[in-house]
């Protein structure tokens, strides 16, 4: 068999497909690059004006899946989303349950405004005008008339009871006292005793008369004090309308588009006359929160709390990295003063949800599912289409903490949660609602297929990686280079790897070395240098396998030939880093029943699919050599020098190639190494890194010495997979190393045995010569040695029965 050529072991990026010089000549992406499934997903999700249709996209970390979508939304155009401002104010009515006005985006901080400034001028303005000499002397008028009808009537009272030789005292404030007089002194209990009985009479019945006559009066005072109060009401209404009516009418024709607002400032007006101690006397309450909240100091009651803020004509995008409970519904501040407790509306503080009302809220689905009380509330603002600001302390404790209960907020939102694929099988498998709820999958891809004008595409993503980062812009040739490792990466040679963490990191440290070297562009020599610094930091662990090679401890072979030995090929991963290892298969036959021992699964050393692969292997051999008479063979398989599991089924045809040498007592070469899996009908099967198991054995090949006839077998299936190192391929170039590709396991062995593996006629029979004829012919003599003992010892039983 031919040595596959150089071309088929690398792809390289041809330049001229690339039509610029540098990527600042190339516009950042506007969409995500390689997701059209995803994108369209996406955008079906967005402008479905229906609930439920909420977004989770699937893909392992590391995507981009964010970034990808932050994009997009940046540049979607979206009409349907309404975006407004929202606000609290006070509830005169029911201060516990704050009002909740909505209103154009922009309009809330003019409101917000206009109130600060109403409020700023009556804060000076009443108190003035309150102490000014006209409103006293107002006032003073009222409480004068109030006085003199109070005096008048207390005096005719007073008048009667004189004449009656009874006195009316004053005892409390509203309270009076009917007393018998003895001249110009009051009775004692004493004196009032010593009278005769018809004196003390007549005096019980003058204070009678007088006190229902008393009552009256008291009547009437009470009423003239309630007018006296209606009147003092109505100067301080008319007063304080003098002052702000004018204000409060241009606020109310400014706003009367908008009925919330209409109708909370016209309870205000009314409000702020019942409530004018408010700007007279210093409320230490209302000082406490002003400063505790950091706001100013000005009367809280009437001030507008402006929840969300939002730029006319922008839909917010909220990305949420942090979705408690607090950050994600928003929750009301608490003041401590002097050892009490207390809020109102103007400490409530908005949450996520709030701020990206109208427009797209961005989370992480596991951080939300880790949250306590988030997952079932966000599906309860979800399904009624509501903001609803919730005490979580009521509901964490069985204490009945007096709170508020703010008005709840119109909810029109589109959600996107970020997750891996086995979060959403679970949210399916588990949570009724979620189907309901996220009825978009926006399945994102690892790859993108590779041609000429992806590679466009995906040099414009490379430069908008650059200019998202703030990286110095790339050369054509190391475009072409990111775009080589890109494929490297996808393990494929016609695909891109869409993994953009990947290919961030590898920008921003090929940004480092041009830096170092005071380049002012990336270039190709930038990227290779970023690539082996990063190799050679990872690889502490992988050179410390070669340096047990390179001291003998491993024994691995290079050169030669042995029965029952074939060179494997595997994969070690030391967490991001993965790498090529050899591995001495090996194999011995002994007299059995035909059973193959596999020591790794005895001593459970071997995983399932490892298992699964021997046994495969085991029933092709039973296939070609046993099917009409029993295989008096038996075998046992191991990886020498393996303390640890092993698993994955790319060794089987290594493996049987062993069993094949040891059975046919045929030497196999040493200086080739074979990895690939196998099925019943002898095709060899792709496997996973075959460029690491390849650069492995050349690398073990390089320390033991290259002689120029050593190499690697890979199954065809993965040639479409090779991008081998540049080290790999100056061997090959040089006729240093070779890479064979074989599809049925009868080329392997014939390539590691160096003679044909045979084909059967119609009889069953192997040509001379062949690997097969050799064990057909073991097999043979086996048989034909177990004819002759059964005979034999058939023969000994007969003569011992006629003795």
Known sequence: MKALPLNQLYKACVLKDLPFKTTRQLDPLAEIVGQNRAQEAVR?????????????????????????????????????????????????????????????????????????????????????????????????????????????????????????????????????????????????????????????????????????????????????????????????????????????????????????????????????????????????????????????????????????????????????????????????????????????????????????????????????????????????????????????????????????????????????????????????????????????????????????????LYAKFIASLVHEKGLLHCDRKAVARVIEYSARTAEHQARLSLHAADIANLLRESDYWARQAKARLIHAEHVEKALTSARYRSSRIRDQFFDAIRDGATLVTTEGKRVGQVNALSVLSTGGFEFGLSNRVTATCYYGDGDVLDIERDVKLGGNIHSKGVMILSAWLSSRFASKDPMHLSASLTFEQNYGEVDGDSASVAELCALVSALSEIPVRQDLAITGSMNQFGEVQPIGGANEKIEGFYETCRIKGLNGSQGAIVPKTNVQNLMLDSEVLDAVRDGQFHIYAVSTVEEAIELLLGKPAGRADRKGNYSRGTVFAAIAKRLAELRERERQEHESHDGAAKDSTIH
């Open 44 to 456: 079906f999700a967005l402008s479905m004006p229906h609930g439920g249709y909420n977004v989770y996209a699937v893909g392992r970390n590391g995507l981009g899946k964010r970034s990808m979508m932050l994009r997009y939304l940046e540049h979607h155009t979206d009409e349907e989303h309404r975006i407004h401002d929202w606000c609290y104010v006070a509830n005169f009515d029911e201060p516990r349950v704050p009002r909740m006005i909505q209103l154009p985006a922009g309009e809330g901080a003019n409101l917000k405004h206009d109130m600060e400034k109403l409020m700023s001028r009556l804060v000076k303005m009443i108190p003035q005008t309150f102490d000014s000499d006209a409103f006293l002397e107002r006032a003073e008028q009222l409480k004068n008339e109030y006085t003199k009808k109070q005096e008048d009537e207390l005096e005719k009272v007073a008048n009667q009871a004189r004449r009656k030789k009874v006195s009316l005292t004053l005892t409390t404030p509203g309270g009076y006292r009917l007393v018998a007089m003895k001249g110009d002194e009051p009775h004692t209990v004493e004196t009032f005793a010593e009278l005769t009985e018809e004196e003390r009479d007549r005096f019980e019945d003058a204070i009678n008369k007088l006190e229902k006559k008393l009552r009256q009066s008291v009547r009437k005072i009470a009423d003239w004090e309630q007018e006296y109060a209606e009147k003092q009401q109505a100067l301080n209404q008319e007063t304080l309308e003098a002052i702000s009516g004018r204000q409060i009418d241009e606020l109310v024709k400014r706003y009367e588009k908008e009925p919330d607002v209409v109708a909370y400032l016209e309870s205000m007006r009314t409000d702020l006359a019942e409530n004018l101690d408010i700007f007279l006397d210093d409320d230490e309450d209302q000082v406490a929160i002003a400063y505790a909240s950091l706001d100013k100091k000005m009367p809280r009651r009437y001030l507008v709390n402006l929840l969300v803020h939002q730029k006319d004509g922008e839909v917010p995008v909220v990305v949420e990295d942090n979705p408690t409970y607090h950050n994600l519904f928003g929750y009301v501040e608490n003041v401590t003063f002097k050892g009490t407790v207390f809020t109102d509306y103007s400490l409530i503080r908005p949450g996520s949800l709030h701020r990206a009302n109208g427009g797209y809220l961005l989370m992480d689905a596991i951080k939300v599912l880790e949250q306590p009380f988030v997952w079932d509330g966000l599906k309860r603002a979800l399904r009624s289409r509501t903001i609803s600001i919730n005490s979580l302390e009521r509901e964490l404790t069985l204490s009945g903490t007096i709170s508020l209960e703010p008005e709840a907020i119109p909810l029109n939102v589109k959600i996107v949660l970020f997750g891996d694929r086995e979060t959403w099988m679970l949210l399916q498998e588990y949570d009724p609602e979620f189907a309901e709820l996220f009825r978009v999958t926006a399945d994102f891809e690892n790859e993108m297929r590779r041609s000429s004008e992806s590679q466009v």
